[in-house]
Antibody, heavy 118, light 110 residues
Framework: QVELVQSGAEVKKPGASVKISCKSS????????IHWVRQAAGQGLEWMAM????????TSAQKFQGRVTMTSDTSTATVYMDLSSLRSDDAAIYYC???????????WGQGTLVTVSS | QSGLTQPPSVSAAPGQKVTISCSGS????????VSWYQHVPGTAPKLLIF???HRPSGIPDRFSASKSGASATLVITGLQTGDEADYYC???????????FGTGTKVTVV
């Protein structure tokens, strides 16, 4: 069965970077894009970025451009999302999710809580 | 980044029907398929509806959706207490080259 498993919770100081992993299983890793979505406390879902797991292409929302870097390791079927220059408003639960048929987000990771505190 | 607009909350009694609207623009809903997600805080969002009105395996036909122009609608019939959650519409914005979500709607069963 399709499964996306994310790395554990992180606590970071303002200005630091955080790197979250998303390991895929149960399907052909290179055939589906992976997206990153976050939700801050009391807020809605926010689309951040996506990556072609072959590593050929990445796209991110304008507000994250220059701060988000995504990489892919096809040998371990794992995608990584690195967010730099963390601010207090980056505190959120970060989800990886697979883009399936008709560009829908059909499978989701369990989420990774990122706390930003001095 | 522009988003899609949803009502903050809707409520109804068990067994009744609720309708959730999702308003966008010609560059997102007007051009692309809309998906709907159910999100219980603390858990991963769940895909409810995709494409024109398709449900993944395991999603009951009490959930249905439609789209007209730059707006979309989710309908939940036979409301159950287990349906209490936040619901989001989502699609791709071809002008922004970015994904967009609705502002989210909290469904309460009263």
């Amino acid at each position: 069965q399709v499964e996306l498993v994310q790395s554990g919770a992180e606590v970071k100081k303002p200005g630091a970077s955080v790197k979250i992993s998303c390991k895929s299983s149960g399907y052909s890793f290179t055939s589906y894009y992976i997206h990153w979505v976050r939700q801050a406390a009391g807020q809605g879902l926010e689309w951040m970025a996506m990556i072609d797991p072959t590593g050929v292409a990445t796209t991110s929302a304008q507000k994250f451009q220059g701060r988000v870097t995504m990489t892919s390791d096809t040998s371990t079927a794992t995608v990584y999302m690195d967010l730099s220059s963390l601010r207090s408003d980056d505190a959120a639960i970060y989800y990886c999710t697979r883009e399936g048929y008709s560009s829908t987000l059909d499978y989701w990771g369990q989420g990774t809580l990122v706390t930003v505190s001095s | 980044q522009s988003g899609l607009t949803q009502p903050p909350s809707v409520s109804a009694a068990p067994g009744q029907k609720v309708t959730i609207s999702c308003s966008g623009s010609s560059s997102n809903i007007g051009l692309n398929y809309v998906s709907w997600y159910q999100h219980v805080p603390g858990t991963a969002p769940k895909l409810l509806i995709f494409d024109k009105n398709h449900r993944p395996s395991g999603i009951p036909d009490r959930f249905s959706a439609s789209k007209s122009g730059a707006s979309a609608t989710l309908v939940i019939t036979g409301l159950q207490t287990g349906d209490e959650a936040d619901y989001y519409c989502g699609t791709w914005d071809s002008s922004l080259s970015a994904g967009v979500f609705g502002t989210g709607t909290k469904v309460t069963v009263v």
